[in-house]
């Protein structure tokens, strides 16, 4: 008896292979757009002290008001 014959022979086990192959194809299609999309942009500096720089007012003299 093969594999293919038993797998036939019982639906519910045959079910839970597809199902299986399916959420498995699934997750490395999602992993392929994270790779080939998100991983080549580089991660925002999020130290405290580049959120300070962030923040800060510039360093630049205000604008003066025109009469």
Known sequence: ???A???ARRPLR????????VI????????LIWW???APHPKPDVSADAIARQ???SAQ???QAQP
């Open 1 to 3: 008896m093969t594999f």
């Open 5 to 7: 014959r038993a797998i």
């Open 14 to 21: 045959r079910l839970t292979v597809e199902l299986g192959l």
């Open 24 to 31: 498995l194809a699934k997750l490395a299609f999602l992993m």
């Open 36 to 38: 080939l999309i998100f």
């Open 55 to 57: 923040l800060a007012p």
């Open 61 to 63: 003299a205000p604008p």
